[in-house]
């Protein structure tokens, strides 16, 4: 066989090979996965959070696998940011070929502790919040996609609860403490204004089931009856008991994720976590092949999608307008 034909067959057979015979082929990799509140049992590829199971999924067919040539370690600083630091501390010691994380502020703490090993992030702002000085490169170690959408989404999911609840004066926002304080704070108080609608803010130093159930209690002395949650990881991992929390005071919520409408959320206007989750793959595996970190974009949210659920309206009393259910992408009955 000629050395040109060699090659070609060898190429053939890598290009048409399944995604367990693709991974067999690369070599091993140790990945740390940390998240600010997603249980450490959940960071894989059944898990019940939708992005962090589409990310596995991805890097599977990418060609990285457990099973074949992919070790994870995995943490969880299980929404109490105190913990941040010690987490990074604890997987830097450990080396990884690659660390993939959310949250600024986790993703602070990991920058802090190492500025060589490669993150590969899902962050809010990246800018805003200090961590790069460029997307198209942001130097550095740190890598990803964000869930940013700028200051207008909070603008957009107001309007979409005033169309839902024509009535509606006063809404609740429910945050992390920092989110509340700084931009996306005031990006909600400046878009309440604008629809001239009344705003609280609740914002939890650490997101637990008990801060959770104080929080929801608060809720009932303050004027409103609508509600935003935070796209805030820590929130996601407690989404079932929020859903809970909110449908039990009858508040029409608007959730950051599908995630939350899927629990029986009402209705959610966000980026789509599917889209951003196998970029994250196709990142971690440019990382894994061997790039710089400081090389790869970041990728920013271009997909958005409002999905209601109907059976929930019904439940709440709710008579949603039909030119809103006709403009949801999907609408859960």
Aim: aromatic share 6%; proline share 5%; no cysteine.
């Amino acid at each position: 066989m000629r050395r040109r034909d060699f090659f070609a067959l060898v190429g053939y057979i890598a290009g048409s090979a399944t995604p367990l015979a693709r991974a067999q082929m690369l070599p091993v990799r140790r990945m740390a996965f940390v998240h600010s509140g997603i249980p450490a049992a959940q960071l894989n590829e059944g898990s019940n959070v939708s992005w962090i199971r589409q990310f596995f999924a991805g890097l599977r067919e990418l060609g990285y696998a457990e099973s074949a040539n992919l070790t994870v370690e995995r943490y969880s600083a299980e929404g109490l940011p105190y913990r941040f630091a010690e987490l990074a501390t604890e997987i830097v010691a450990r080396q990884p070929d690659l660390i993939v994380a959310n949250q600024n502020p986790l993703v602070r703490a990991l920058q802090k502790a190492t500025g060589t090993i490669p993150i590969v992030a899902i962050i809010g702002d990246p800018i805003g919040s200090g961590i790069v000085s460029s997307l198209a490169r942001p130097g550095g170690n740190i890598t990803g996609v964000s869930v940013d959408a700028g200051s207008e989404i909070y603008g957009k999911r107001l309007q979409i609860l005033k169309e839902a609840v024509p009535a509606m004066e006063a809404v609740t926002y429910l945050g992390l403490a920092g989110d509340w304080q700084g931009q996306v704070g005031q990006a909600m108080r400046e878009a309440a204004r604008d629809l001239r609608l009344h705003i609280n803010g609740i914002a939890l130093a650490e997101v637990t089931a008990a801060s959770l159930r104080t929080a929801f209690a608060d809720l009932g002395s303050k004027p409103g009856n609508a509600l935003v949650v935070s796209g805030a990881g820590d929130f996601l991992a407690h989404r079932q008991l929020i859903v809970e929390l909110a449908d039990q005071s009858t508040l029409t919520a608007m959730y950051p994720y599908r995630d939350y409408v899927e629990a029986g959320g009402l209705m959610t206007y966000a980026p789509e976590l599917g889209d951003l989750a196998r970029h994250l793959a196709r990142t971690a595996l440019q990382i894994l092949r061997g790039a710089k970190a400081s090389d790869i974009p970041i990728y920013q949210a271009t997909k958005f999608e409002l999905v209601i659920n109907l059976k929930t309206a019904k439940a709440l009393g709710l008579t949603l307008p039909p030119s809103l259910l006709a403009r949801a992408d999907e609408v859960i009955e």
